[in-house]
């Protein structure tokens, strides 16, 4: 019976995604609201940026009318009931993680229409991560990375708000081509829904398929356009961006949290801490480009176009192979980790994953010197 709730929740988000984005198009050309061509841009036309003003609102109205009607139906309140968890400790996590998102939405708003200075979001960002950590959602067990298990709410909280914030700014940088942020977040919340569904944890698998029910129908709009020409392509912009990746981070950090009275289900993953796996690409590449402004003398904040997907535009794949090209390398990295996570410890995972990305950058390095020596 659970899993109907699951498609009910995706295909009110689904639905309700495909009739308001076109509105949302009709709004940006009547009101000239457009994300315009410059230097960092890969479009070449004016394209609106207001696709992610959708994705608050219809995510949380699909979880709340699913939610609604699994109520009517069972009025036992088994479908959002976690008892480890608990009702109250629920419902107070609700309520701060879309205080949070509600915060991210109109920042988000403010800086695709008129622009806000990174340490205005930063701030922000901030206050999302207390946010969660006064919820009682927080990294309290390492489980093995970096050698660490249980860890004390004085290290655990600001790990909490720096995770919070390094995973936000990893969305919103990886959203420089066509479909990839979505793209990586799609395949992320797929994720996510399943292993919270085999967790028994249905209301976070609620909040993970709404998502993927506004990002799918916003993909194809975002790679693909909506009519002739291209006319009605869109982009998320910050406010859809600062939204899923917040999504995200709550999301994870609450799967990979130890909790004392949890049944664990080693057959479905040994270790939660893996769960970070699909966000491998998006902070991989953030280290990455922030390494090389501060190496250049750059100012970390500053954007350029160093990010892999420029560097595999650089060497003469088109935007569309690069976007197939990063989504496969997430799935891979996805795929690998979940199967080694059975056999070898997580520390050894991730020194693994360091090396593969790292060698894919010294490849993009010789094949860019290489383009460049060619007459």
């Known amino acids: ?16 995604e495909l009739i308001v984005i076109p509105k949302i198009l009709v709004i940006s050309y009547k009101k000239n609201l457009f994300d315009e061509p410059g230097e960092r841009k890969q479009h070449s036309g004016s ?27 069972d009025p ?4 959002i009931q976690i008892p480890e968890i608990g009702i109250k400790r629920i419902f107070i996590e609700f309520s701060f993680l879309f ?24 701030i922000v960002q901030i206050l999302c991560g207390i946010f969660m950590v006064m919820s009682n959602v927080w990294l309290n067990d390492l489980n093995g990375f970096l050698g660490l298990n249980a860890i004390s709410k004085w290290v655990g909280y600001p790990l909490t708000v720096f995770f919070v914030i390094y995973i936000i700014n990893a969305i919103n940088l990886i959203d420089g081509i066509d479909g990839l942020a979505s793209g990586l977040s799609i395949i992320a919340f797929i994720v996510i829904a399943y292993l919270f569904y085999l967790k028994g944890y249905l209301f976070f698998s609620l909040i993970s398929v709404t998502a993927l029910g506004c990002l799918i129908p916003f993909f ?22 600062l939204a899923i990746g917040m999504l995200l981070a709550h999301l994870l950090i609450r799967y990979s949290m130890t909790i ?10 040994p270790n939660p801490f893996i769960i970070f796996s699909v966000v491998l690409i998006p902070c991989f590449d953030v280290v990455s480009v922030t390494i090389y402004r501060i190496k250049t003398g750059h100012n970390p904040f500053k954007p350029d176009k160093n990010h892999l997907h420029h560097k595999l535009i650089r060497i003469g794949l088109s935007p569309s192979k690069s976007l197939v090209i990063i989504l496969a390398m997430s799935i891979l990295f996805i795929a690998i980790n979940f199967m080694l996570i059975r056999y070898i410890d997580i520390k050894w995972i991730l020194l ?7 060698l894919i950058h010294l490849w993009l390095r010789y094949k860019l010197n290489r383009t460049q020596e060619e007459p």
């Open 47 to 73: 394209v609106s940026r207001l696709g992610g003003v959708t994705f608050l609102p219809i995510i949380l109205f699909a979880l709340c009318m699913t939610i609604t009607i699994s109520l009517y139906i």
């Open 99 to 122: 205080s949070g998102l509600v915060l991210l939405y109109f920042i988000g708003i403010m800086d695709d229409l008129i622009g806000v200075r990174y340490t205005t979001k930063f």
């Open 76 to 79: 036992s309140m088994e479908t």
């Open 220 to 241: 194809r709009y975002n790679v693909y356009g909506g009519g002739k020409k291209r006319k009605k392509k869109i982009f998320m912009g910050d406010t859809g961006s």
């Open 352 to 358: 693994i994953d360091i090396v593969i990305y790292l």
């Open 1 to 16: 019976m659970y899993f109907y709730y699951l498609i009910i929740a995706f295909c009110l988000a689904f639905c309700l």
């Open 260 to 269: 004392p009275d949890q049944i664990d289900d080693i057959a479905a993953v």
